[in-house]
């Protein structure tokens, strides 16, 4: 059982590392598809598209292959993280945007009549109104990547499903370590999605 | 890249790939209706155990499924299934969980006044799913379910983990032969974001299509972003939720 633990503790570090850089790049997608040019809007469109509409274990191996080739060297977990952050950034951007533009106009329009600074029109009456309402979508994206770490036992990276497999191998016992991986997920997922629809009862109004 | 490869093994990989994602669809469909409308049939304990359905297969991971129907099942069950339909069956069954959310809302969003319509005109439930609810329902359904087929798409490439030749798999096989990484594998994302093009162009026309069928015409996307972007924003709920996340 060591194994399991070092395991959960693995996806719990690519889940938080992952979060963080798919919720930060991601506000920064958002924010470029609100750019004034459409030189930055298009081809931020176009990227994103491209890395939402193509699997995750493909550009998991893009990475894990291609990056050495450039000289630019990550061990597997990096890499994983990475990917996983940068795949599930373009849809945090979605999230970010559709949040963004459900902020009724005349907050932008007090804004402007209150001549705030554009900057400030952003930090201070925008985006707490648009991150508020979007903290349990965002949430529900963290329990779908939660879902995609085991992912990242192709690349050799030692989360969950992974060290199970080493465990199996060495004793035959597949039934019971891909039950309990199986299970384990459930364990970690159905709560997460009961915490975040009581958050989105009282967050969004 | 060596012309042999190619014609072995990319080729064929597509062809795979668009196979399960044919078979795995029909099959998550189908899930998908049966459980939804369980979800909202009268009795607790059919919706009860539709709703566990759901949890069950959302809350585990496509892959660990995956696995676990190709290395478990065998020894429980004491027979295995060919490795297609084994993944065909995961697929199917974990997408046909996020499917059944989407019908299950969908009916939920047809005014009551309908439903109560058809309670009035004495038909049974069956008729009233049949022809009254499902027909209003259906429309609404089919942007989500044109962003989960999308998902599903993608999943396809985890049946490359179980050594089922798909493109995925075909590109690992280059990759080894010819080393060039980064080539192969632009490639095959660029297979995967066109198979996703014409599947959603597909979707856009069955929703004109079922959408005129009750007398009502989809929301105009104008410009080249509007038709650049794949998934839509449903007009009636601002913020997106994870209704089709989790695939791969």
Excluded at chain 1, 42 to 50: D, K, L, Q, S, Y
């Amino acid at each position: 059982m060591p194994h399991f633990w070092d395991g959960v503790l693995v996806t719990l570090q690519v889940l938080a590392l992952g979060s963080l850089i798919s919720f930060s790049l991601g506000l920064v997608w958002a924010l470029l598809f609100r750019a004034p040019s459409r030189f930055v809007r298009w081809p931020v469109g176009i990227v994103t598209e491209f890395i939402r509409n193509t699997p995750l274990l493909v550009q998991l191996f893009f990475f894990f292959f291609v990056l050495p080739d450039w000289g630019i060297q990550f061990s597997a977990l990096t890499t994983g993280t990475i990917a996983i952050g940068l795949h599930y950034s373009t849809y945090t951007a979605q999230v970010y945007r559709a949040g963004i533009e459900a902020v009724p106009e005349g907050q932008w329009e007090a804004a402007t009549a209150l001549s705030l600074p554009y900057r400030h029109t952003w930090t201070a009456v925008i985006l707490p109104q648009a991150i508020r309402r979007v903290i349990p979508a965002l949430g529900n994206y963290v329990i779908a990547m939660l879902k995609d770490t085991p992912l990242l036992a192709s690349i050799g990276v030692l989360e969950l499903l992974q060290r199970s497999r080493l465990q199996a191998a060495e004793t035959f016992q597949y039934t019971e370590a891909l039950t309990v991986v199986g299970i384990a997920f459930i364990v970690i997922a159905y709560p997460s999605s009961l915490l975040l629809r009581a958050l989105e009862r009282r967050l969004v109004v | 890249m060596t012309a042999g490869l190619w014609e072995h093994w990319v080729l064929p990989g597509i062809w795979i790939t668009i196979q399960l994602t044919i078979y795995s669809a029909a099959l998550a469909t189908a899930v998908a209706f049966g459980i939804g409308m369980a979800r909202t049939h009268r009795l607790r304990t059919v919706r009860f155990l539709a709703g566990f359905y759901t949890e069950v297969f959302r809350g585990t991971s496509s892959l660990v499924l995956m696995f676990w129907i190709f290395f478990v099942l065998p020894q429980l069950v004491g027979w295995a299934l060919v490795p297609m339909w084994a993944a065909v069956l995961a697929l199917g069954l974990s997408y046909g969980a996020y499917g059944a959310e989407i019908v299950r809302g969908s009916l939920n969003s047809v005014t009551p006044a309908q439903r109560e319509a058809g309670v009035a005109l004495s038909f049974s439930p069956w008729q009233r799913m049949r022809l009254i609810l499902l027909p209003q329902a259906i429309p609404e359904m089919i942007p989500p379910f044109s962003n989960l087929l999308v998902e599903l798409l993608k999943g396809t490439a985890l049946v490359s983990l179980l050594g089922i030749g798909d493109v995925s798999f075909a590109a690992n096989l280059v990759r080894l032969a010819t080393t060039e990484s980064a080539e192969i594998y632009t490639i095959t994302l660029v297979i995967y974001f066109v198979i996703a093009f014409l599947l959603t162009r597909g979707m856009r026309s069955l929703e004109r299509k079922t959408k005129a069928g009750i007398g009502q015409s989809p929301e105009p996307r104008g410009g080249l972003m509007g038709k650049l972007n794949f998934r839509q924003q449903l007009a009636t709920s601002q913020i997106p939720k994870s209704s089709g996340g989790g695939g791969a």
